[in-house]
C-alpha cells in the first residue's frame, strides 16, 4: 500500500478516533480486554465456594486452588496488556522511525501469540477441573456459571488473540514504502537543506591571498626605481 509503513501512514497527521475504533486490530483488543475482565471477575467474585459445613472456601474448580489463581492472574495480566497496546495502537501513526515501528509490530506478533497459547492452557486447565469437580464439594451448585463463564471466555481468548497476531503479522508484511520513509529519522532541524543558508561547496572560487595581495598592493620596479647608467646627478637647488 502506498505511502505506509506497517499499517499507518507518515507520521504527524491527525488522530481520527473513528477510524482507529473501526480498525479490525481495534475491535479485537477491545473484545480481547472484555473477555479478560469477564475472566478474572468471574473467578475473584465466585469461584471460590465451601461446604455447608465448612467455613473455609475453596476453588471452585475441584478445589484445585492453582485452577482459580491461574485465571484470575492471567486475566489481570491480560487486561493490562490490552490497555498497554491500545496505547501503542493510539501512539503507532507518530512513530517516524520505521525501525521502530517494526518493533512495535513484531512485538504485538510475539505478545498476542503468546497470550493465545496461555489461554489455550487456561481453557483446557479449567475445563478439566470443572469436569472433575465432586457434587459434594459444592452441594449447592453455587459459583457455577461464573466457572462456565470463565471457561467459555478463555476458549473465545485463544481465538481473539490468535486473530490480533495474524493481523500484526499481516501489518508486518506490508512493510514500508521506501519513497517515503527512511529507516532513521532525521530532526528538522538538522536538515541542511532545511537550512536558511546554502552549505559552502568545494566547487565555490574564493579569491587567493596572493590575489588579494597583489590587487591592493604592487610592488615598485627597482630597474625604473634606480638606474646607475645615468651616474651621478646634481641637484640644483
Known sequence: MEGMAYGAGK??????????????????????????IVIFGSIANEGYVNRPDEVEEHCIFNRNQNACNYAVSMGTMAFVSCLAFLALDIYFPQISSVKDRKKAVLADVGVSAFWSFMWFVGFCLMANQWQVAKLEDNPLR??????????????????????????????????????????????????AAAAPYSAFSAGDDLASPD?????????????????????YQRQDY
Open 211 to 231: 590575489a588579494t595581495a597583489t590587487g591592493s598592493y604592487q610592488q615598485a620596479n627597482s630597474a625604473d626605481a634606480f638606474d646607475g647608467s645615468a651616474g
Open 142 to 191: 453455587e459459583g457455577g456459571d461464573a466457572a462456565r463463564a470463565a471457561i467459555t471466555f478463555s476458549f473465545f481468548s485463544i481465538f481473539t488473540w490468535a486473530a490480533l497476531s495474524f493481523l500484526a503479522y499481516k501489518r508486518y508484511l506490508l512493510g514500508a514504502d521506501s519513497a517515503l520513509f527512511s529507516t532513521e529519522y532525521t530532526d528538522p532541524s538538522q536538515d
Open 11 to 36: 507520521a504527524g497527521g491527525a488522530f481520527d478516533p473513528i477510524t482507529f475504533v473501526q480498525q479490525p486490530h481495534t475491535i479485537l483488543r477491545i473484545v480481547s480486554w472484555l473477555f479478560a
